[in-house]
């Protein structure tokens, strides 16, 4: 019964440059998203973007698009002809459909739900005014379909009438996107992905903005078993459709931990392990052109991220690391993964390279000339090269899929 979608984009502040280049990603990254829906289409038109469902199911569009950075909601269309009581029937109709839903989502039977109608009339030939039209849409509803009350100051539902030269558009449900900037206008960069809660919503932030997130992996097989890889690629399945498919290079990190163990002291493991990482991540970025690094660190949460620890690992890295999640607490993260949809697959249980390698008695906060002793005579040059020259990449989650989809309210 959809035929359209109409796609509101966000950062309305942008200008000159910035704006143009934001319009035309944001309909690249949706045209990529529609990649499964060979009939489906995306265009502008009277500054409005319209995405044309093509006969495909409008849900499973709404779904996809609703992962575009740079989609600040969207709506499904239903379209009328000039005729009077065509828009007529179309408005009862797509009212019906609303508090048929507001029902089935636990509204109140006996409360009515709120509603106005706010008619455009940008087909300036039209022989109603746009005020007559409200007022005659908002008549016929309210004297066709029950459970409703006018309210023109807050109404709980508005419903949208656009007068086209050629036909009506009449619009009132709202599926939130994600809002932020399209991915890709802001260069790339290489988050470090654990298994675990935190870098997944990090790298999900940096996409945020614009940025496209490339992941690397440090696995420490067979210290830990293929089933804690196979999560993180679930990870990437899961984000790549933020983005139209996410790389992930996996480093085989088991001979770098052999060596710390080897000849590092064990109060020092996890810092020289974390500045490993950032090496060989390094390494690859620059084979990638990312400009940055991403991690899941926020201050205080383990003992291990503290500001002396930062210190010790940013003193390696000479791209900048961004550190989306530093300020937020443990139970904002929760919450942002949930609707991420990372959540269910962080939390299985399988171990990852930290957990098999916590020390007794490790430095939470490590001093330079402590680290630098420490980490004296381990080969840093040949461990980092050898590890960033074997890397596994792949692309994940190209597509979105109904089979992983979640609620996504972000
Ligand atoms: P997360 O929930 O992201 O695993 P965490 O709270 O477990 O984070 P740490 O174990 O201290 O925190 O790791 C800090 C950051 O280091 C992670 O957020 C991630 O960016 C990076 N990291 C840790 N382990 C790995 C790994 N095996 N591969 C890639 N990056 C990792
Ligand atoms: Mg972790």
């Known amino acids: ?30 045209t990529m998203a529609l990649r499964p829906f060979t009939e489906a289409r995306v265009y502008r038109s009277d500054g409005r973007v319209l995405v044309d469902v093509g006969g495909h199911p409008w849900e499973e569009i709404a779904q996809a698009v609703s992962r575009v950075f740079g ?82 100051h807050e109404p709980q539902v508005e419903l949208a009438v656009e007068v086209r030269p050629e036909e009506v558009y009449l619009f009132a449900e709202r599926i939130p996107g994600p809002g932020g900037l399209p991915v890709g206008v802001s260069g790339r960069a290489m988050l470090l992905l654990s298994g675990g809660i935190d870098s997944p919503v990090a790298g999900w932030m940096t996409m945020k903005r614009g940025v496209q997130v490339e992941a690397v992996h440090f696995d420490s097989y067979p210290f830990t078993s293929e089933r804690s890889r196979r999560k993180v690629e679930q990870l990437a399945d899961i984000l790549g459709p933020f983005e139209g498919g996410m790389t992930l290079h996996v480093v085989h990190f088991t001979d770098v931990q052999k060596a710390i163990r080897m000849h590092c002291p064990e109060p020092f493991y996890v810092t020289i392990m974390r500045r490993m990482m950032v090496r060989i991540a390094e390494r690859i970025a ?59 697959t962080s939390i299985q249980p399988y171990e990852d390279c930290c957990t098999i390698f916590t020390p007794r008695n490790p430095s939470t906060r490590p001093r330079l000339d402590q680290v630098h002793r420490a980490e004296e005579k381990l080969d840093v040059e040949a461990l980092t090269r050898d590890a960033a020259d074997r890397v596994e990449s792949a692309t994940f989650g190209r597509n979105w899929s109904p089979a992983g989809s979640m609620d996504g309210a972000y």
Do not use: C
């Open 1 to 30: 019964m959809y035929r359209l979608l109409l796609v509101r984009e966000g950062e309305a502040a942008l200008k000159g440059k910035n704006r143009s280049s934001f319009e035309r990603r944001l309909l690249d990254n949706i």
């Open 286 to 344: 620059a084979r990638r052109r990312a400009l940055a690094l991403v991690t899941g660190e926020s201050l205080g949460q383990v003992a291990s991220q503290t500001l002396e620890s930062m210190v010790a690992i940013n003193e390696v890295a000479t791209l900048p690391i961004l550190r989306p999640l530093v300020a937020w607490d443990k139970v904002e993260i929760i919450r942002l993964a949930r609707s991420i949809g990372t959540y269910e």
């Open 71 to 152: 989609v600040v909601s969207l709506s499904p269309v239903r379209v009328a002809g000039h005729d009077l009581e065509d828009i007529e029937n179309a408005a009862v109709d797509l009212m019906e459909q609303v508090v048929k839903k507001a029902e089935a989502g636990g509204g109140s039977a006996n409360q009515p739900l709120t509603f106005k109608v706010e008619a455009r009339r940008a087909f300036k030939g039209y022989p109603l005014t746009s005020p007559d039209i409200s007022r005659r849409l908002g008549g016929a509803v309210l004297a066709r379909v029950p459970g409703l009350r006018v309210d023109v």
